[in-house]
């Protein structure tokens, strides 16, 4: 069978098989190991099945991984985020949307020692949901902040998205945590920006909450020291060039654990679950990642990345247009598929185009990154949305997705501003320790 026809017919059985309800991991790999049988052999098929299983467990700089996700349970087990939500609504609760400024400086401040916007998300709707509904928010505000905000969690570093990146691309993951930071800090201010726009054309969306005294926006300040210090030990130990990747993490798990005693939340029980939940949220990328792997090979044999890279290089247009042609399949990707899986899928056929077009590969890694993010609160899937739904079960999806639209406006308006002015990812990278 021609490689092009058994690839079609490949991703049509993949989407089938997620229709069906089947874990993308394991539709990916199902898809890729019957698509390698009937272009080589069983033997070839299973071979390379175990051989990829096998090498994936045993790659060393895949640690990373589990390290900042038992970093994130720990963080938030160890009531992390609601000394940082606090913190924030006592400086800005008492504006008009000030606990939904809140929200999203919480958000921000916790990804800075998660990684995961679905972890961020959950964490943080516990927490702000409540208070923003005890003082009358909109619905649409209350819950789209939230969503919004976790997406931040895949972009402040430390980032899952930015190691998998890394790893897949052969880019520093240093530079792609330190690239993370700039945009990071400009998607608070673009949401928060974003807030205060809706509340002043419609106050009603978050009415003001009572102002804090001044010697309790100090305590506040005072409750989170041990965040910001596990945040710039783990990431100004990459700056300096003290720690690599694996190392940072690892310290970082370590001093998560050392900031739950000493706010006294530490427990047998946190560490269990923390542990727990770290084993169950590392299958399921290892799965997740096995399965692209596997696709990914399956395309190589096809010749697939080639094709697609002569015929996107080949198109008479500029670079700028072929990468915005490129951004907007990820937006719709973005819409139908799981984030992680999506770059493990598209990143090996699309990372040579952009090695060929002359682009920097750690700005193109956090534009990715932010488009992912728009996939997240996006329908039909975004993820964060349908986390968000779990917590509100009384507010209709239909109500979230409304609420989170404006932000995705703001997203896109800095996507573009990224674009054009690509230093505001790459200056801090430019200057740490060789």
Same mark, same amino acid.
């Given at each position: 069978?021609?490689?092009?026809?058994?690839?079609?017919?490949?991703?049509?059985?993949? &989407?089938?098989?997620?229709?069906?309800?089947?874990?993308?991991?394991?539709?990916?790999? !199902?898809?890729a190991?019957?698509?390698?049988?009937?272009?080589?052999?069983?033997?070839?098929?299973?071979?390379?099945?175990?051989?990829?299983?096998?090498?994936?467990?045993?790659?060393?700089?895949?640690?990373? $991984? #589990?390290?900042?996700?038992?970093?994130?349970?720990?963080?938030?087990?160890?009531?992390?985020?609601?000394?940082?939500?606090?913190?924030?609504?006592?400086?800005?609760?008492?504006?008009?949307?000030?606990?939904?400024?809140?929200?999203?400086?919480g958000?921000?401040? &916790?990804?800075?020692?998660?990684?995961s916007?679905?972890?961020?998300?959950?964490?943080?709707?516990?927490?702000?949901?409540?208070?923003?509904?005890?003082?009358?928010?909109?619905?649409?505000?209350?819950?789209?902040?939230?969503?919004?905000?976790?997406?931040?969690?895949?972009?402040?570093?430390?980032?899952?998205?930015?190691?998998?990146?890394?790893?897949?691309?052969?880019?520093? %993951?240093?530079?792609?945590?330190l690239?993370?930071i700039?945009?990071?800090?400009?998607?608070?201010?673009?949401?928060?920006?974003?807030?205060?726009?809706?509340?002043?054309?419609? #106050?009603?969306?978050?009415?003001?909450?009572?102002?804090?005294?001044?010697?309790?926006?100090?305590?506040?300040?005072?409750?989170?020291?041990?965040?910001?210090?596990?945040f710039?030990?783990?990431?100004?130990?990459?700056?300096?060039?003290?720690?690599? #990747?694996t190392?940072?993490?690892?310290?970082?798990?370590?001093?998560?654990?050392?900031?739950? %005693?000493?706010?006294?939340?530490?427990?047998?029980?946190?560490?269990?679950?923390? !542990?727990?939940?770290t084993?169950?949220?590392?299958?399921?990328?290892?799965?997740?990642?096995?399965?692209?792997?596997l696709?990914?090979?399956?395309?190589? !044999?096809?010749?697939?990345?080639?094709? %697609?890279?002569?015929?996107?290089?080949?198109?008479?247009?500029?670079?700028h247009?072929?990468?915005?042609v490129i951004?907007?399949?990820?937006?719709?990707?973005?819409?139908?598929?799981?984030?992680?899986?999506? $770059?493990?899928?598209?990143?090996?056929?699309?990372? #040579?185009?952009?090695?060929?077009?002359? &682009?920097d590969?750690?700005?193109?890694?956090?534009?990715?990154?932010?488009?992912?993010?728009?996939?997240?609160?996006?329908?039909?899937?975004?993820?964060?949305?349908?986390? %968000?739904?779990?917590?509100?079960?009384?507010?209709?999806?239909?109500?979230? &997705?409304?609420?989170?639209?404006?932000?995705?406006?703001?997203?896109?308006i800095?996507?573009?501003?990224?674009?054009?002015?690509?230093?505001?990812?790459?200056?801090?990278?430019?200057?740490?320790?060789?």
């Amino acid at each position: 069978m021609d490689p092009t026809v058994l690839t079609i017919l490949l991703f049509v059985v993949l &989407f089938l098989l997620l229709a069906a309800g089947m874990p993308i991991g394991f539709a990916m790999g !199902l898809s890729a190991f019957l698509g390698t049988l009937l272009l080589l052999d069983a033997n070839a098929a299973l071979a390379l099945l175990g051989q990829t299983a096998y090498e994936t467990g045993l790659t060393y700089n895949l640690s990373v $991984v #589990p390290m900042f996700v038992l970093m994130g349970y720990i963080a938030g087990g160890a009531g992390l985020s609601e000394s940082l939500y606090r913190a924030c609504n006592t400086w800005l609760g008492h504006r008009r949307g000030g606990l939904a400024l809140a929200t999203i400086g919480g958000c921000g401040a &916790f990804a800075a020692i998660c990684g995961s916007s679905l972890a961020t998300a959950a964490t943080m709707a516990q927490i702000a949901l409540p208070e923003m509904r005890r003082y009358k928010y909109d619905d649409r505000l209350a819950t789209g902040a939230v969503a919004a905000g976790g997406t931040i969690g895949i972009l402040i570093p430390p980032s899952v998205l930015m190691v998998i990146y890394g790893l897949l691309t052969e880019t520093s %993951i240093s530079k792609l945590f330190l690239a993370g930071i700039v945009p990071g800090a400009l998607t608070v201010l673009f949401f928060m920006a974003t807030i205060a726009i809706m509340t002043r054309i419609d #106050p009603k969306l978050g009415p003001p909450a009572e102002r804090a005294p001044m010697r309790a926006k100090i305590d506040a300040l005072g409750s989170v020291w041990g965040t910001l210090l596990l945040f710039l030990l783990v990431i100004g130990g990459l700056y300096i060039g003290i720690f690599s #990747p694996t190392e940072a993490a690892s310290i970082g798990a370590i001093g998560a654990l050392v900031l739950g %005693i000493i706010n006294r939340r530490f427990s047998r029980a946190l560490l269990t679950n923390s !542990l727990l939940d770290t084993v169950k949220t590392t299958a399921m990328i290892f799965t997740i990642l096995i399965g692209a792997i596997l696709m990914n090979n399956f395309l190589i !044999l096809a010749s697939v990345p080639n094709l %697609i890279s002569d015929w996107f290089t080949g198109l008479p247009l500029g670079k700028h247009a072929i990468l915005m042609v490129i951004l907007a399949m990820y937006f719709v990707l973005g819409c139908l598929l799981d984030s992680l899986a999506m $770059v493990l899928l598209t990143i090996p056929i699309v990372f #040579p185009i952009i090695n060929v077009l002359g &682009f920097d590969p750690v700005w193109f890694g956090i534009i990715v990154v932010m488009v992912v993010e728009l996939g997240l609160i996006t329908p039909p899937i975004g993820m964060n949305v349908f986390v %968000i739904k779990g917590i509100a079960r009384d507010v209709p999806l239909e109500t979230i &997705f409304r609420g989170v639209m404006p932000f995705v406006v703001a997203q896109v308006i800095l996507i573009l501003l990224l674009v054009a002015f690509p230093g505001i990812a790459l200056w801090l990278p430019s200057t740490m320790s060789r």
